[in-house]
């Protein structure tokens, strides 16, 4: 069976070769956005399943190929869901991981433990093409807490300061093979992925 081209939307090599291998043996070839010349799309949206569609919309119109986006992002209750679709952008444009966490940390200064509850989400959305009505939504949720201080090198974003119930480690501890299968986005690409074989075999 020939490849089927697939346009992600990001330009991030992580995920390039994570959804590449993942993809591989339904015959999908992914493809960055960048390479194919797609602009990146404004984000305006205050949930994560919106600006997953208008990511993937955007990627699907400028190159004709079906689209693959996701939105990713920290949820933490004591903050009402914040940084939520912020998560990248917590201390502001051009802001790094460290600060991100700094400012995180700094927001839930006093918190107990038992008031630190936190959830990362990822929402990933699959488009035939741009006009496609039915998408494949798939959602993605890791529950945790967030630490008083940064623990472990690995990872990245709020990996340093996310608790993993059951593992006794943060998320930046974890083994990238470990972290891949309970994680968030693990999560959701295997729901993407269920779905994609349901669909192809209809």
């Known amino acids: 069976m020939p490849e089927q081209r697939l346009v992600l939307a990001s330009n991030n090599a992580g995920k390039i070769r994570e959804l590449g291998d993942l993809l591989a043996p339904m015959h999908f070839l992914v493809e960055a956005q960048g390479d194919l010349g797609v602009p990146e799309a404004e984000e305006p949206a205050v949930t994560f399943v919106e600006n997953a ?7 699907a119109s400028h190159t ?3 689209a693959l986006a996701d939105d990713s992002g920290l949820a933490v209750d004591a903050l009402d869901g914040a940084p939520g679709v912020q998560s990248a952008r917590y201390a502001g444009d051009g802001a790094s991981d460290a600060d991100n966490v700094r400012h995180l940390l700094d ?6 433990e038992a008031g630190r509850s936190a959830q990362f989400h990822c929402v990933l959305v699959y488009l035939r093409h741009a006009l496609d009505p ?7 949720v890791w529950a945790g807490r967030i630490l008083t201080e940064p623990r472990g090198e ?14 006794d ?7 990238r093979s ?16 269920g ?3 349901g669909r192809a075999t209809l």
């Open 53 to 59: 569609l208008i990511k993937a919309r955007n990627a």
């Open 64 to 66: 004709g190929l079906p």
């Open 107 to 112: 927001a839930m200064a006093g918190i107990p």
């Open 134 to 140: 039915t998408p494949i939504i798939c959602h993605g």
């Open 154 to 167: 690995g990872g990245f974003g709020y990996d340093p300061v996310f608790w993993v119930p059951g593992k």
């Open 169 to 175: 480690c943060s998320a930046a501890e974890l083994a």
């Open 178 to 193: 470990e972290k891949s299968r309970i994680s968030h986005r693990g999560k959701a690409l295997e729901g993407l992925l």
């Open 195 to 197: 779905s994609l074989r």
